[in-house]
């Protein structure tokens, strides 16, 4: 009965790649997020989607694109992985709304490493 | 620019001492504030939350915080630290815009340390 989900828990890959990391969360949430956590802990905001609007934070590299096939799921693609890309990265959700301020649910993280 | 600030990068306390866990904020308006906490390897779960109302918040296992907002402080407290509570421990914004979305702002943790 897991909440928030991803997979894979590891991801081990070459620069130039392309790779995907696939969240999912069965808690009826209507707003999903992608997390970066480097190296030092530091954890930083990448999107965050709801079925009305996306919001990107402007630091992100183009070369990540979520992609959501439905409310459950929020996908993260990563084209032409690069050495700094390594990181672990969290994907959550919440429920939001006018009115609504819950908190974030978040899975237990992808850790990529990239050769 | 809106932040938050963990000034500590670890605490060391003795178990059955209280500890605090500092957080200062740097928002505009109203923001609403939460604490986190990661153990190892794992993702970050919720602890408590303030949005209004009574300054003091209490959350799971046994931690509270108070919301200043002269000071614009929520420092993480608890009575009687348990080794068990050792961890990386977040504070988070999310300004207040009226927007629907929940976009929090994370400080840069700080390692609590608890030995028996």
């Known amino acids: 009965d897991t909440a928030v989900s991803q997979t894979p828990k590891y991801l081990v890959t070459q620069m130039g790649n392309d790779k995907s990391i696939k969240c999912e969360q069965n808690l009826g949430h209507d707003t999903m997020y992608w997390y970066k956590q480097d190296s030092k802990k530091f954890l930083k905001i990448m999107f965050s989607y709801n079925n009305k609007e996306l919001i990107i934070n402007e630091t992100v590299p183009n070369r990540f694109s979520p992609k959501s096939p439905d409310k459950a799921h929020l996908n993260l693609h990563i084209n032409s992985l690069e050495l700094g890309d390594s990181a672990v990265y969290f994907c959550?959700?919440?429920?939001?709304?006018?009115?609504?301020?819950?908190?974030?649910?978040f899975g237990p993280g992808t850790r990529l490493t990239v050769l | 620019a809106q932040s938050v600030a963990q000034p500590e990068d670890q605490v060391n306390v003795a178990e059955g001492n209280p500890l605090t866990v500092k957080c200062t904020y740097s928002?505009?308006?109203?923001?609403?504030l939460f604490w986190y906490v990661q153990y190892p390897n794992r993702g970050l779960q919720f602890l408590l939350k303030?949005?209004?109302?009574?300054?003091l918040v209490k959350g799971s296992y046994g931690f509270e915080a108070e919301f200043n907002k002269s000071q614009t402080s929520f420092h993480l407290k608890k009575p009687s630290a348990l080794v068990s509570d050792s961890a990386l421990y977040f504070c988070a914004v999310r300004p207040n815009y009226g927007g629907s979305q929940g976009n929090l702002i994370f400080g840069k943790g700080t390692k609590l340390s608890v030995k028996p």
């Open positions: 959550a959700s919440s429920r939001t709304g006018q009115g609504r301020y819950n908190e974030q649910f």
């Open positions: 303030y949005i209004t109302g009574d300054n």
């Open positions: 928002v505009s308006g109203n923001p609403y």
